[in-house]
């Protein structure tokens, strides 16, 4: 994908993420995501993401209306930022839905555009291979952190901006929710059809 330095510093307006869980997760492919530090700016294309659309999903961290200090922030506006521990390593979500409405888009892959080789030392990499194709390695290789959690990404330092439109984006289910009922089944997986940058590249092709 060609990088599009045009939409680099304009961020997307907080209309944007004011869709429905489902076709926000669709819309964000493509996508620029952000991240400006002290160290430098580096930015991505997402280019997988997966919807959690609680409180009626049994993978989502708010089933069933659960409100904690962790998840407080997917009551919130839409937009905002979602940022959570599992395993040491912090993972992105966007929260979406209308207030009061814990939903949220996890970003579980992005194909690098700028900053590379400040992404690659950050993951200890020499090649950039396996550098973002996961949702705990997309968010160290930008410097995503927990200090990001209850930001807005419509402004920095960490923000989404126009980016391109995927030629083609498939559908399957969310991975890594096993023990979640019927969750299990749902289709609310959404990549860029072949992207290298994809976790996982197996599913049905959508359109």
């Known amino acids: 994908m060609d990088y599009n330095f045009e939409s680099y510093n304009k961020p997307l307006s907080k209309a944007f993420f004011a869709q429905p869980t489902l076709d926000l997760a669709r ?64 993972l992105v979500n966007i929260v979406s839905g209308k207030i009061g409405a814990p939903e949220a888009v996890l970003i579980r892959a992005v194909e690098p555009a700028a900053g590379l080789d400040l992404m690659m030392s950050r993951r200890g990499m020499e090649d950039s291979r396996n550098l973002t194709n996961g949702p705990g390695k ?7 952190t927990m200090d990001d959690y209850g930001g807005h990404f419509t402004k920095p330092p960490l923000y989404l901006a126009e980016g391109i439109k995927p030629d083609a984006i498939s559908t399957g289910k969310r991975i890594g929710i096993a023990n979640a ?20 590249n197996s599913g049905k092709k959508e359109s």
């Open 181 to 200: 009922g019927d969750a299990v089944h749902y289709p609310w997986r959404f990549w860029v059809s072949g992207n290298p940058y994809v976790s996982r």
């Open 27 to 90: 819309s964000l492919l493509g996508c620029l995501l952000v991240k400006e530090t002290a160290a430098g700016t580096a930015s991505g294309y997402i280019v997988e993401t997966e919807a959690y659309i609680g409180p009626m999903d049994q993978a989502a961290h708010s089933y069933n209306n659960r409100r904690t200090k962790r998840t407080e922030i997917m009551f919130g506006e839409a937009g905002s930022i979602y940022t959570y521990v599992m395993h040491t390593h912090c």
């Open 138 to 144: 997309l968010t160290k290789a930008l410097g995503i």
